[in-house]
């Protein structure tokens, strides 16, 4: 990330798997079937919204906090995507689960403290630290 721009990674990260995706599926089969437009932009909103731009901000993350904080943290998505599937889809929790998700909560935030506090961390911890 020191090198390229995170949305250039982004770029060649999806110009790299349209290439391969192409050569699994006949090439541009989707445009084959005769989608009503409404679905096209369906297609096109979960192309933006749920690929480019949180792909984007998470590359665009590791650039701004080092990387052994970026993958620490991004423990959080199971429970980011778990609590709303809960109140907003009706999905339902599990004592364990919710156990799970606190102890990863926890987890995440004594691991962000103790590398800040203790010189003495674990090599993994502490070999970026914040400039």
């Known amino acids: 990330m020191r090198r390229y721009d995170p949305w250039t990674v982004l770029l060649y990260a999806s110009a790299v798997a349209a290439l391969e995706w192409n050569l699994i599926h006949p090439p541009l089969e989707a445009f084959d079937h005769a989608y009503p437009i409404h679905v096209w932009g369906w297609i096109l909103y979960v192309g933006i919204a749920g690929t480019l731009i949180p792909f984007g901000l998470y590359l665009e993350g590791i650039n701004r906090i080092r990387a052994t904080r970026a993958s620490i943290t991004s423990t ?22 919710v156990l799970g998700g606190v102890m990863v909560i926890a987890a995440i935030i004594l691991l962000q403290l103790q590398s800040k506090k203790n010189p003495r961390a674990p090599a993994f911890i502490r070999a970026e630290k914040e400039p």
């Open 76 to 97: 959080l998505e199971p429970i980011v995507a778990g609590f709303p599937a809960c109140f907003f889809l009706g999905e339902t929790l599990e004592g364990l689960q």
